[in-house]
């Protein structure tokens, strides 16, 4: 018998074996990518310190691409695991096909959008004319090709909603890998290539995330799996997009919060001094070291969540948030403690002049603080998600990044001066973390208390 025939591993494997066979490869393909981050911002700091500047102010457009995808791919996985654990395959097969569909609208419509709006962004920013000309530059090579990255995310997103992560962890590894490769040489201009700087960390970056897209579509059309494709027999459904959308929509606009909260922390670190915004683009490449692979164990709750929601299996779906919890304070807690103890070490890699870690060594340790809590909140906010709350992930998200973290640290900066202005971070983090776990009760007292305990059997 084939496997495919066989109970879904999401609805009976046990949890902990689960949830780190689902996690560790959407772990590892975050820690590859969370060094990519890193590794194009040494290579561009070696161009100048004008190219690090426009490629951190050109970071909150590409949070907007990339929230346009995170947001899409987690509406798709999330219907898809669902249907799988109410036994609803061909359903499934539909959320997909309709899951492609969206991405690739939303591509036209974001390049159109964000295209206006990127020579403003730059020119609001900075009044160095060689950093607007930089960032220019990068974000229009990134937006024209951006239907890689949306697509790739789709694809990818439609395996993880199976419970299959590794095909999605070897698609990200190839476009991250084959990015780190491209970096040097195009950026440098080796092998006979024109050295090309920013632009030619652009090309890299969309090129790494072409080849994933490809790389993830030969699997979706070539390989056996859960979910079946045939554009051909496509039926357009409003019912279907509907309810990709209803948890599609609230995860792009929590990942677009982040790109308006970097807006407004440019804004007001801009008051200070260029090197305040170049602090803050840095912390939060290295923030990604720390962050990523929680985010990743998310990816990994979010479909094993979902599909017990669909099943009505509450003592999985209790058991998958509790030892995502301890897994993400343990993940947090290990770079709290790099960030308090080796910050100049960590800054070195940046070529830092002294004033800029000094400002950078106090963002480090201060925001630091706040890393236990932050894994707890991402840990519930993808639980939320897969089971149909995207709202309160959503209302979470802009309580931590906006309403929060943007009016403290300006009240903080303008009475107290640069050095506290970073325990905006702190506060927002401690406040997103109580609110969290009231909704986590919440849910509980209102949805899954109404559930059987045990395991209640979907085949898929």
């Known amino acids: 018998m084939s496997d495919l025939n066989k109970e879904n591993k999401m609805g009976k494997l046990p949890i902990k074996k689960l949830l780190f066979t689902m996690s560790m490869p959407a772990i590892l393909a975050m820690l590859v990518q969370a060094c990519y981050n890193i590794v194009d911002s040494l290579f561009i700091a070696r161009v100048n310190e004008a190219a690090l500047s426009a490629v951190t102010l050109a970071f909150p457009i590409q949070m907007i691409i990339i929230a346009v995808c995170v947001g899409g791919g987690v509406g798709i996985n999330s219907v898809i695991s669902r249907k799988l654990g109410e036994g609803k395959n061909k359903e499934a097969d539909n959320v997909a096909e309709h899951g492609i569909l969206i991405m690739s609208l939303v591509y036209l419509a974001v390049l159109v959008i964000a295209f206006l709006f990127s020579h403003k962004m730059f020119n609001n920013f900075s009044n160095n004319k060689i950093v607007v000309d930089y960032g220019i530059t990068y974000i229009r090579i990134i937006l024209n090709f951006s239907f890689g990255c949306m697509l790739a995310q789709a694809g990818m997103s439609i395996l993880q909603g199976t419970g299959d992560m590794l095909h999605p962890m070897k698609a990200q590894l190839i476009g991250a890998i084959s990015n780190i490769i491209l970096d040097p040489i ?6 006979g290539l024109p050295a090309m700087g920013v632009a030619g960390a652009a090309i890299a970056t969309v090129t790494g995330q072409i080849l994933s897209m490809v790389y993830i579509y030969i699997i979706l ?186 009016p403290v640290s300006y009240v903080l900066g303008r009475f107290f001066g640069l050095e506290y202005l970073w325990f905006g971070f702190l506060t927002s983090e401690t406040i997103g973390f109580i609110v969290a776990i009231l909704m986590e009760k919440l849910i509980y007292s209102k949805k899954l208390s109404k559930y059987e305990l045990g395991v209640q059997k979907r085949f898929v």
């Open 221 to 406: 059309f070539t390989k056996e799996n859960y979910i079946k494709l045939n554009l051909r027999d496509f039926s357009f459904s409003f019912s279907v997009i509907k309810q990709i959308l209803k948890i599609g929509i609230p995860a792009c606009i929590m990942q677009g919060v982040m790109s308006v909260m970097l807006f407004g922390m440019n804004w007001i670190l801009a008051g200070y001094n260029d090197l305040a915004s170049t602090a803050l683009g840095i912390y939060y490449k290295l923030q990604s070291l720390i962050f990523l692979p929680v985010i990743g164990l998310g990816q990994g709750i979010l479909p094993i969540i979902g599909y017990n929601y669909g099943a009505k299996n509450k003592d999985r779906i209790s058991e998958t948030i509790k030892t995502g919890c301890l897994w993400a304070i343990s993940f947090m807690t290990f770079g709290f403690i790099v960030f308090q103890i080796f910050p100049y070490q960590l800054l070195a890699m940046f070529n830092s002049s002294s004033e800029l870690t000094t400002i950078a060594v106090r963002a480090f340790r201060v925001s630091s603080l706040s890393f236990p809590m932050a894994g707890i909140t991402i840990v519930l906010s993808n639980a939320f998600q897969g089971m149909e709350k995207a709202h309160y992930s959503m209302f979470l998200s802009i309580i931590r990044q906006f309403i929060v973290l943007i």
């Open 186 to 191: 195009l950026i440098f201009g080796y092998f």
